[in-house]
């Protein structure tokens, strides 16, 4: 777990550089999508610490910040993808 937590450290630390660097919108996602799998980490460290309940937020049975944290990182990461992708073809 402090393994996890140190390396989620180091990833978020480049991402805040990079994201103070570039423009680029595909870029932009891909960085705020490792935001939100860091987060998406500490979450459930204290979750599994018993500092926060996993149905904090949850409708009809659902844990809809667990779902959104876990769902949320690959969202950003495939528009990242997207974007660079449609961009290359525009720009050839």
Do not use: C, H
């Amino acid at each position: 777990t402090i393994a996890l937590l140190f390396g989620g450290f180091i990833a978020e630390f480049t991402a805040i550089l990079s994201w103070s660097k570039t423009r680029n919108s595909s870029w932009m996602m891909i960085i705020v999508g490792t935001l939100l799998l860091y987060i998406a980490q500490l979450y459930q460290i204290l979750v599994d610490l018993n500092i926060l309940n996993e149905n904090l937020g949850s409708l009809w049975g659902i844990a809809l910040l667990s779902l959104g944290l876990k769902l949320l990182p690959y969202i950003f990461y495939t528009l990242g993808f997207i974007i660079f992708l449609v961009k290359k073809r525009l720009l050839g």
